[in-house]
């Protein structure tokens, strides 16, 4: 049993753990580690790629048991039931042993190739934790209905939460794991990640990003059932940004000029 209750860093840290929850995927596993393996030579003296395998009922995990044999990098976490994609991340990020986080989807549409363009943005931020990037797919390559349905609740998400994000909805994001551990934690927080940002007086960047098809497997979401608890997540992350307190607070006694600085409160 892993203990995903920690709040430390271990002490061998990599520079960066690049999590990828997935759920019945096996056929898309072998090619997507290559991918980003190939995409971190020279980017990274050292990382970890970390799958949370979230109740597959298919031979995702067998097939990742025999990748990690030529893959040092790989780790492999199971949950014994289907919890959803944020508790998968939730699980990969209490077990990251990097202080940067990197996620994308498994199932092959997000490009790996992209990772270093969003970790050399946020490693150029002086305040990392207050910062994330996320992807932005230019040129999404999913159905009609997909891409209409995504960009309505996109208008309708931005204009309610203003958290100055095109696309949410892609899987590429790359933030510190001190911040994702000090925003509030809930199923479905994956899609809010932008808003929960800024909630504790951070910011957001969008970057460009390659999108392709899905070559193997079929998508685990439905129009209809992503937008039903989409409007009541909406409205409970609503209800958590008009309940954020952000004080201004002065250091008293300071032999230095004190400066105002924003103590995070939720």
Known sequence: MID???TEIDSSQPELSIIV?????ADNLASLIAEIRAAMD???????????DDGSTDDSVNRLMEIRTDCPQLRILRHHQCSGQSAAIMTGVMVARATV???LDGDGQNDPADIPALYTALKGEPDRDRLLVAGMRAKRKDTWVKRVSSKIANNIRASLLKDDTPDTGCGLKVFTRAAFMDMPRF?????????LMIRRG????SLAVNH????QGVSKYGTLDRLAVGIVDLLGVLWLQRRANLPEVDE????QKNQPTKATSK
């Open 4 to 6: 995903t209750s920690r």
């Open 202 to 205: 951070g910011r957001v960047i």
């Open 187 to 195: 199923d479905h927080m994956h899609r809010f990640l932008p808003a």
């Open 252 to 255: 008293m006694g300071s032999p």
């Open 42 to 52: 020279n980017v990274c003296a050292d990382f970890e790629i970390i799958y949370i």
């Open 212 to 215: 392709r098809p899905r070559e």
């Open 101 to 103: 986080i990197a996620t």
């Open 21 to 25: 929850p997935i759920h019945n995927e």
